[in-house]
């Protein structure tokens, strides 16, 4: 495989800017098959805003985002926030069953089984409002598992989660990029991979107006 091939995507002379202030300019960097990229930089430098953007869920100012293509089928990433995404009416089997991924629903044995893994399993009928935000956080961790993309985009993942859940969470990512998948996030605490994280830089621009 060439290292075309390998690319996930490509990001040229990104900037983003809030109101009239630029929270960062001119970023290059590229995500290839099996890395894991952390993105690290100050408190409102726009680390959050950087992920937001690559997966369209806010506009860029500058700049270019490339999502390379997939035996000619475009890359979809899977997006997990600080918000957990998950509908406190409703059990934690309702929040997974009618939540599709890329448009995908999935049979109940299958959402079971990812519930299981995020040790949830005595909680499937259970209403989300009633969980803790560890739990909470884990629902949101279960799509990770159901999703059939090559990258996943995770703010802040580790929040809420205990020791234990954070060690099964790098456990699970380490395997994903193992397997050829691709990771951006964004962590205030370390991150401790089978392979050490690139560490991707967000540096502020000066504050000037647009």
């Not at 960097?29 to 690559?54: C, D, M, P, W, Y």
């Amino acid at each position: 495989m060439s290292n075309q091939d390998n690319l996930i995507i490509t990001v040229e002379s990104l900037g983003i800017r809030r109101s009239e202030r630029w929270l960062f300019r001119d970023l290059n960097f590229q995500l290839t098959h099996g890395e894991v990229i952390q993105v690290v930089g100050q408190n409102g430098a726009g680390k959050t805003s950087l992920l937001r953007s690559l997966c369209g869920l806010l506009p860029h100012a500058e700049g270019s985002i490339n999502w390379c293509e997939i035996d000619d089928n475009p890359c979809l990433p899977i997006f997990l926030g600080h918000l957990p995404a998950v509908k406190p009416e409703l059990s934690v089997l309702e929040n997974l069953l009618y939540h599709p991924l890329a448009g995908k629903f999935f049979s109940e044995d299958t959402i079971e089984k990812a519930i299981d893994e995020v040790l949830l399993s005595a909680y499937v009928d259970t209403p989300a409002r009633h969980l803790s935000a560890g739990q909470t956080r884990r629902v949101g961790l279960a799509r990770l598992l159901l999703s059939e993309t090559n990258c996943w985009v995770l703010d802040e993942p580790f929040t809420s989660l205990d020791v234990e859940g954070c060690a099964w969470l790098e456990q699970k990512i380490s395997e994903f990029a193992k397997r050829g998948g691709a990771v951006l996030l964004t962590s205030h605490q370390p991150v401790h991979l089978a392979e050490s994280p690139r560490l991707l830089e967000i540096k502020p621009t000066e504050m000037s107006e647009c």
